[in-house]
């Protein structure tokens, strides 16, 4: 049972760039989120999605990120006109639908770098 | 507003010794608490959990964690540390207000386990 996917792994882009990073959930899971860690610093939740829907994006920045997670494929994290504070790593978890598990399950995260 | 509180940022304990990593909270409600581990470069791995029941949870890789609802903690122990525990830990708590279900991290304690 493949674990949560994230891809690039490291992300190299110049001030003023988009970036877009995808992350592919555990097999069965239907809600994924996404946090963001800044260097030396605790995990900041950012975005929480269902097929479809964004639940709750009371962490996302105002301007420049959007979120989505579409009915087919994986959910995107798209960040416009890139600065150097966005520079961070971006975790990706998932959960199932049912169950009362709550735990969360992560991607080895992506490391966007910005120049 | 749900939140955690891990007091040290490093512990230092050696090989073999019994090892605690504390975590305090304060939320509205009953608790829904988790451990995480991190390791250099990696995503976060799901320890243990706290939902209901008994106040001594077990987890993975014989870690286990104590509930204590009087003084609202959660520590994470481990009878035998091991060098190969040295890593990163985050302490987190699920906010389910509303719709949403995300979770709120600690700030993280280092591990450290020398030989």
């Known amino acids: 049972n493949a674990g949560v996917m994230q891809n690039p792994r490291h992300l190299v882009r110049r001030r003023g760039q988009e970036a877009r990073l995808r992350c592919s959930p555990m097999k069965g899971h239907s809600h994924v989120y996404w946090y963001r860690q800044l260097p030396e610093e605790g995990l900041k939740f950012m975005v929480y999605?269902?097929?479809?829907?964004?639940?709750?994006e009371s962490g996302m920045p105002k301007e420049r990120f959007s979120a989505e997670f579409p009915k087919e494929g994986p959910s995107i994290l798209r960040i416009q006109q890139v600065v150097r504070g966005d520079s961070a790593a971006y975790f990706c978890a998932s959960s199932p639908l049912t169950g009362g598990s709550y735990e969360q399950y992560f991607g080895p995260g992506t490391r966007l770098t910005v120049t | 507003a749900q939140s955690v509180a891990q007091p040290e940022d490093q512990v230092n304990v050696a090989e073999g010794n019994p090892l605690t990593v504390k975590c305090t909270y304060s939320v509205s409600g009953n608790p829904y608490l988790f451990w995480y581990v991190q390791y250099p470069n990696r995503g976060l791995q799901f320890l243990l959990k706290y939902i209901t029941g008994d106040n001594l949870v077990k987890g993975s890789y014989g870690f286990e964690a104590e509930f204590n609802k009087s003084q609202t903690s959660f520590h994470l122990k481990k009878p035998s540390a091991l060098v190969s525990d040295s890593a990163l830990y985050f302490c987190a708590v699920r906010d389910g207000g509303g719709a949403t279900n995300k979770l709120i991290f600690g700030t993280g304690t280092l591990l450290a386990v020398q030989p």
């Open positions: 999605l269902q097929k479809e829907n964004i639940i709750d």
